[in-house]
């Protein structure tokens, strides 16, 4: 594809550079800084950029299907990953066996206290695969590859798919293999109320119907770009204050499911219901997407594997580098 290497170009440009300020911001300023940052962004800059992107957004076709894809994602990884935890626990207790340790142990979660798939590394092992940062990361990524024309499908995959994962289906996990409570239980319907972005859904959605003056239009457009480079620079500030990088033999397959497999699998899946390929290339980069940082902040809160979700988030970024080519040359055109 000729308009491969200048499209990667000028998204790897400001998406390397606003996220090298936010490492070197986060560095610098207190530790409370990215939280405010992140609070502001949460509260106020996302639904600004949701509403202005969807106003010219393209709605139509099967625009529900970002959300199913992003179900059918989360299965298929979830499936392939209990495969490979199954076989890395089997591994275990065969060696165990061999060495004599294992011959009459009745309890072989014994042995899976002190091995390499213990219940938290599990958890966290699943909790990676099915939390994609399919928004901060998601977003900006999508805008500069597919372009704003197709932002409405990205959106949809992250609220109606990843956001929902994340609080039912994350968070019984979290809580099934964590080793510590939360101290209370979390409820979907709450956090999808008090989830500005499901707001700012609706009131992009009815904006619509209303003709905006160009410079309003365009002031809009202005604030919700900057607001995509300062969720960048959230991100560069978060990685900043990471700092174990194990399990690496462990998060290596697991992205490897994450980022690739499931991509590549559920992706070809679309070719078959007649999804446009635009529309195909913004979810297939929804869907490869490195781990969300609340898979960090799931292993803390219920006493997860909090190295692997640490090494799965920053290797996932970089991977995510190399895998952007890929997808662009399988799966779709750019803008």
Not at 142 to 167: E, S
Not at 193 to 208: C, D, E, M, V
Request: glycine letters at 12%.
């Amino acid at each position: 594809m000729p308009d491969l290497i200048p499209a990667l170009i000028k998204l790897y440009i400001p998406l390397m550079g606003w996220i090298s300020l936010g490492w070197v911001l986060g560095r610098l300023l207190p530790k409370g800084a990215s939280a405010k940052l992140g609070q502001f962004i949460f509260w106020i800059g996302l639904p600004i950029s949701i509403v202005a992107f969807l106003y010219r957004a393209d709605l139509s076709g099967w625009i529900l299907i970002a959300p199913v894809t992003a179900w059918v994602a989360i299965a298929v990884g979830a499936a392939f990953a209990w495969v490979w935890i199954d076989l890395g626990v089997g591994d275990e207790r065969l060696r165990a066996m061999s060495k004599g340790l294992d011959d009459h142990a009745p309890n072989t979660g014994l042995v899976l206290q002190n091995s390499d798939w213990s219940r938290a590394t599990q958890g966290s092992f699943l909790l990676a695969m099915m939390v994609g940062n399919t928004g901060y990361m998601g977003f900006p990524v999508v805008l500069g590859l597919v372009g704003p024309d197709y932002f409405a499908w990205a959106l949809f995959y992250d609220l109606l798919g990843t956001f929902v994962g994340v609080y039912g289906v994350g968070v019984v996990l979290a809580a099934k293999y964590g080793t510590v409570g939360e101290g209370g239980s979390v409820k979907l319907s709450e956090k999808i109320l008090k989830n500005p972005a499901i707001w700012s859904l609706g009131f992009g959605l009815l904006l619509r119907l209303v003709n905006l003056p160009e410079f309003a239009e365009t002031s809009l457009r202005t604030c919700a770009w900057g607001i995509v480079n300062l969720a960048l620079v959230l991100i560069g500030m978060q990685l900043s204050q990471l700092r174990s990088l194990r399990k690496l033999k462990q998060a290596l397959p697991c992205l490897g499911i994450k980022m690739v497999l499931v991509p590549l699998v559920v992706g070809t899946g679309l070719m078959f219901f007649g999804v446009a390929e635009q529309t195909q290339l913004a979810l297939v980069l929804q869907m490869g997407m490195p781990p969300a940082f609340a898979t960090v902040v799931f292993a803390e809160a219920y006493g997860l594997d909090r190295e692997l979700a640490v090494t799965t988030l920053v290797f996932g970024c970089l991977a995510l580098l190399v895998l952007l080519p890929l997808w662009v040359l399988l799966f779709g055109a750019m803008t």
